[in-house]
Each structure stands twice: as C-alpha cells, then as structure tokens.
C-alpha cells in the first residue's frame, strides 16, 4: 500500500500543478535532490577527486541498487548519461556488416528509428519492422517468423513506446531470441519506474534505461544493463576508453570484466548518488504497488475521458500502462497544450515525428498526441479534474 500523503509530502512540486507528465521527467523526492545537491557542494569544498575517493562506497552503492531493481548483478550495470547513449553503446558493440538484418517494431522509439536508418546508410544493414498484432503491439509469432527467414543479427523492441501506453510483451519475444541465440535489446526507458522490469523473465542481452521519467531520478542519469551471454562472447563499445579497459601495451587493450566496459572515464557522480537515492525510494515504495495504483490511476483517466465528445483516446493493445494519449479533433496542439497550462497541468505533446509508423497506422493517423502520464504520486482526485479541464475545453 502507498501511502500518498507521504509521497506528496516528499514532493514539493504536487502543491505547484497537477504533474502528469512523468513519460517525459517526473517531479523528483526531496531526499534524490538532496542527494544530489550535497555531493555538489562536497565537491565544491574538497575537490571532484578527492570527493569521489570520499564517497566510493556511496557511488558504487548505485550499481547495487540498480541491480535490485533489474534482479541482476551489479556488475551487469553500467551507468550512462541518458538511455539513447545507452542504446548507442549496445549499438556499437553489435559489428554489423552489410546485408545483417536489424528486426525493431514499428512503435520503437525516434532516436531508436534513426540510429538504425543511419545504419543502413553508413554500414548497408537492413531494418525490417515486424507486423503489429490487430489489437496493437508487435507480434511475437512473426517476430519467430521473421527470425527463422532472415536470420538477423539483432532484435530491438522498445517495452513501452514513448507516445502510448501501449506495453510490448518482451518477455514472450526474449523467449524465442533466447532459444534462436539472436541479440536483443530493449529499451525500457518508460517501464523502469513504473513496473518490475526483471531481465531474467526478459532474458534479454541489453536493456536501456533513463532516470528521469517513472524512476523519478535527475536528468543526466541513466544506464544499460549488459548481460552475462553478451559480456561472455565479448561485446564492447566500438569506443572504449580507460574507463572500460585498461591497455596493456603500445598496441593492445584488456576490456573490464563487468558491464564497466560500457561507461566512460567521466561522470556526473551528483547524478550518479542521485540516481542510486532514486533507485531506492522506488524499491521502497515497492514496484508492484507502484503498478497497481498507476492502473488505477490510468483507467480512471481513460475511462473519464471516453465520455468526451470530440476526444480521441489514442492508446491500443492488450496491454495498458500509465501513458494515456488523446487527439481532439479540430483543435492545433499548440492551443490545448497552452490551455492544460493555464489550468496548471503539466503534460506534453507527441507530434507524428516522434513516431511516423505509429502515426500512420490505420485507425490512428493524426499529427499528434497529447500525453498524460500519472504516477504514484497523483491522486484520483488529481484525475478528475484533469477530465473536468478537457471536459470543458472548447475547440
């Protein structure tokens, strides 16, 4: 059980607006931020190296807490700056060569999207998006398919897509990548914080995260799960650095052992105790609580907002989460988006950019979304004025 007075009381920002914009960046705890503000200020009385000797325990404490939240070991963590970089690390740790096949879905991510089209132009991969099930989310049966036909070299699938609340079932495709030996990585950047996300029922070889949305941690914090199968066969970033391998002669490099190989010499350790204060409230709290209160929350906003003539709710498959999407017809985003602002609503837009093939898919096809994302924070009350606002929105 949450208690919810107590969450509001650990953040300021509940007594400024109704915050529903956690897909985006969550209202921080006090005790991250405080965290955060005092290893500055350390850093400001005694130096960045010699407070980072100071607090190592404090900093390495991290990657234990990480490792609780993933059910993996600390050393499969390695802290990044933000989940894209993360994504690029496992990226260029895959030698692609032409002719390799990428499988992706086609809710996967923007920046996701585009780092595999540059693939295709610099290196002459082929990226082919498995079909959606008819309810929504990619299908695993052809993700089985499409595996034994073109053999490819890596399978990516974003858990959670950015401008839905569609939930992909990543478990049910790292079965069939676990028994094929076929790469997959998924981008968890809007589960973590929001659901148990646990890499031993994903059976996954890279997963990306980011601090900032449902783990309600800093920006500028993130990081990438690398498993055992892939540090075993030897995946590296295509740049390593001293961080991630020590050289062991004028023409030769050892890689680190663990997931460290991943992460680069220079950090933000702030962000870094930040992110581990963070990790931790989360755990506290309790992720299946978490899930069950932001279910509640999400189908009450759902269910409100179905009633609303002109709204659209643009959210599909089996699976739901707390990212709820709408389209009004006849209004420009710029006009509602100004409007849940002067209500003191804060959410944010997703525009057809952000996702053509979502976008552009059938039953769907608009230029943009609104998104709506509670978290454990919010209250039911919260919810129903949200609805009561775009009830009375006027187009």
């Known amino acids: 059980m949450i208690n919810i007075e107590n969450e509001r009381a650990l953040t300021p920002g509940c007594k400024l607006a109704i915050h529903m914009n956690n897909a985006g960046a969550a209202l921080q705890p006090q005790p991250v931020v405080d965290a955060v503000i005092d290893y500055l200020r350390d850093e400001s009385l005694h130096g960045g190296y010699e407070t980072h000797n100071r607090r190592q325990e404090e900093i390495d404490q991290f990657y234990s807490n990480a490792a609780r939240l993933l059910s993996c070991e600390a050393s499969n963590i390695a802290f990044q700056v933000n989940a894209t970089e993360a994504f690029s690390k496992a990226l260029s740790a895959i030698a692609f060569q032409k002719g390799d096949v990428i499988l992706t879905s086609a809710n996967d991510y923007t920046s996701n999207q585009i780092q595999f089209i540059s693939l295709e132009r610099k290196l002459g991969v082929r990226l082919i998006h498995v079909p959606d099930l008819p309810e929504g989310g990619i299908d695993p049966q052809a993700v089985k398919e499409y595996i034994n036909t073109y053999n490819p070299r890596l399978v990516s699938v974003s858990h959670i897509p950015t401008n839905s609340g569609l939930v992909q079932d990543v478990i049910a495709i790292g079965d069939i990548c676990n028994k094929s030996d076929t790469t997959y990585l998924v981008d968890a950047c809007q589960s973590v914080g929001q659901m148990d996300v646990d890499v031993t029922q994903i059976k996954c070889d890279f997963l990306s995260a980011t601090m900032r949305k449902f783990l309600r941690g800093p920006r500028g914090g993130g990081f990438l799960y690398v498993s055992d199968r892939a540090l075993d066969k030897g995946f590296e970033p295509l740049m390593i650095d001293m961080r991630g391998a020590d050289l ?127 978290h454990y924070y919010n209250t039911e009350n919260e919810v129903d004025q949200v609805i009561d606002v775009l009830k009375a929105y006027r187009f």
């Open 248 to 374: 062991t002669g004028p023409n030769n490099y050892s890689p680190r052992p663990g997931a460290m190989r991943f992460e680069g010499w220079e950090n933000n350790y702030g962000v870094v105790c930040g992110a581990s204060v963070a990790i931790d409230h989360a755990l506290s709290v309790g992720l299946d609580n978490i899930q069950k209160y932001n279910e509640l929350l999400s189908k009450r906003l759902r269910d409100g907002l179905s009633t609303v003539d002109g709204l659209r709710i643009l959210d599909r498959g089996k699976d739901l989460c707390a990212i709820v999407t709408l389209y009004i017809e006849g209004t420009e985003w710029e006009a509602l988006k100004s409007y849940m602002t002067a209500n003191k609503i804060n959410c944010s837009v997703a525009l057809r950019g952000n996702n053509q093939l979502d976008f552009g898919s059938a039953g769907k096809d608009v230029p943009w979304a609104l998104r709506l994302s509670p």
